[in-house]
């Protein structure tokens, strides 16, 4: 049974940094899209960045030059890290699997909290 457990949120102040962590288990994910979502109260789930198969990121443009996305093949997981954290930044993290061929992500984490504070 394929998991996906993100960690790493938390509460930070308005220009800090956080390091979200997801480690997959269940199979292995070296082929497949690892991608950050996330989705902010009152407001849908919106794509963050991600972790191509062919080893190439791409980052919605509102976290570009200030998030990070890398993979660590032998661990299984994928990180996001976020510097320069704005309060609009506040939201639910999901990390996400999208399998070679599939139309969509087809895994999705249980989401960690991040809260910037002003």
């Known amino acids: 049974q394929v998991q996906l457990v993100e960690s790493g949120g938390g509460l930070v102040q308005a220009g800090g940094s956080l390091r979200l962590s997801c480690a997959a288990s269940?199979?292995?994910?070296?082929?497949?899209?690892m991608g950050w979502f996330r989705q902010a109260p009152g407001k849908e789930r919106e794509f963050v960045a991600v972790?191509?198969?062919?080893?190439?990121?791409m980052y919605a443009d509102s976290v570009k030059g200030r998030f990070t996305i890398s993979k660590d093949n032998a661990k299984n997981t994928v990180y996001l890290q976020m510097n320069t954290l704005k309060p609009e930044d506040t939201a639910v993290y999901y990390c996400?699997?999208?399998?070679?061929?599939?139309?969509?992500?087809?895994?999705w984490g249980q989401g960690t909290q991040v809260t910037v504070s002003s």
């Open positions: 269940g199979r292995t994910f070296s082929n497949a899209n």
């Open positions: 996400a699997v999208q399998i070679p061929g599939a139309p969509d992500y087809d895994y």
């Open positions: 972790f191509t198969w062919r080893d190439a990121t």
